[in-house]
């Protein structure tokens, strides 16, 4: 068991590129969350996948983010024509039912977008 | 914003004293967890609590939790070093919807 990871760590883009990164959880886990983390403030929810079903998007989240799980394993996240206020960590965790601590979250690493 | 607020929002102590941050939310909870954030790594659980709860232990943690006003505590007894970190609250819906909503933080500096 290696932890979530998060491919890439970090990335540069100009304003208006596309952008996708990819979270890889926990094997066993089924429960997917994606956050959005801006300097000096907590982890703010963008979207949860059970196994490949996405079952819960935030109002904040506009229509230049897509996320996906398919096959409920690896998940991705794109962001179209980036914007500079989109510069931030973007943080991936997982979490399983079955281990008993059913609510608690592993995070990854990150993936830090600069967006110049 | 959505964000639970926490104080406070930086806290700097000597090595061995003991660490106290607060957190309020808005919702309804099943429970409420802490994590930490150590300075360029990702977030870890530390304890959760859940809402018919009042309080629990772990280690050199202890966590409160008051339904009535919304709040919770985080006391870490005997603070380290290594103890410094950013402290995040996070509130878990009840079944129904996902959306955990963390707090704004508290810096912790612990000095040797």
Redesign the interface.
């Known amino acids: 068991d290696t932890g ?1 990871s998060q491919d890439p760590r970090h990335k540069i883009t100009k304003r208006g590129q596309n952008v996708t990164f990819r979270c890889d959880p926990i094997s066993e886990h089924n ?1 997917l ?1 994606w ?1 959005r983390q801006t300097l ?6 963008l979207t ?1 996948f ?1 196994n490949e079903a996405q ?2 998007k ?1 109002r904040l989240l506009s229509d230049r983010f897509s996320a996906e799980r398919p096959k409920g394993s690896f998940s991705t996240l794109e962001i179209q024509r980036t914007e500079q206020g989109d510069s931030a960590m973007y ?1 991936c ?1 997982s979490s399983n039912p079955g281990q008993g ?1 059913t ?8 993936t830090r977008l600069t967006v110049t | 914003s959505q ?2 607020e926490e104080d406070p929002q930086a806290l700097s102590i000597q090595e061995g004293e003991n660490a106290t941050m607060n957190c309020s939310y808005k919702t309804s909870i ?2 409420l ?1 802490w ?1 930490r954030q150590n300075s360029g ?5 530390l304890i ?1 609590i859940r809402s018919n709860e009042r309080e629990k232990h772990s280690g050199r943690l202890r966590v409160t939790l008051d339904t009535s006003k919304k709040s919770s505590s985080l006391l870490i007894t005997a603070s380290r070093a290594a103890d410094t970190a950013s402290y ?1 609250c ?1 509130t ?1 819906p009840p079944p129904g ?9 508290t810096r912790l500096k612990v000095l040797a």
Do not use: M
Not at chain 1, 103 to 110: L, M
């Open positions: 979530v429960r969350y956050y000096g403030q907590g982890p703010e929810f949860y059970q079952l819960e935030s943080l965790a601590s609510y608690e979250q592993y995070f990854g690493p990150g | 964000q639970g099943n429970n967890q994590y790594r990702g977030l870890v659980h959760l995040f996070a878990v919807t996902y959306k955990y909503i963390f707090g704004t933080g």
